[in-house]
């Protein structure tokens, strides 16, 4: 019994109200939608660690709104594939620009995704790599979001 009071007495505290609300547009960035990791040096072929690029995505659940925010969940599907990789480790900076109905920015959020190329020691090679990263987007209830669009971040 003691259980049950301790275990139901945190519910009313813990549920908070949440509306939901449609999901923007999502376009991945014709001029960012990949990202050419290059070792230190002249930018040649025999340099290139692996190129990425962003594949597809797809709202975790449903977009909702609360009392102060707004919450958008989306996963994003990044294909790596090895060129000439001399690292195995994969950091990827992402862009999420949040615009209106006018076409007007309203936010920017900026991710980073982290893993590690695919190894197979059979064949005792690199292997493309799919990286499935959730992003968590929250933005002030007062904006209005209708689209985003999504991209890398160019580092020069």
Known sequence: MFIYY??????????????????????????NNILVNVNEGKFDLDNVN?????????F????????NNKYYGINILVVVEPLNPKIQK?????????????DTLVDKQFFRIQGELNYNNDFSNYEVTEIIENLSILVSKEKEVSSMTIGFVKLN
């Open 6 to 31: 301790t275990g139901c007495s945190s519910i009313p505290y813990q549920s908070k109200d949440f509306t939901v609300i449609n999901c923007p547009n999502v376009f991945f960035s014709s001029e």
């Open 90 to 102: 994969i950091n990827l900076p992402i862009f999420v620009l949040l615009y209106d109905m006018e």
């Open 60 to 67: 975790e659940e449903k977009c909702t709104v609360g009392e």
């Open 50 to 58: 692996y190129k990425a690029s962003l594949n597809n995505y797809g």
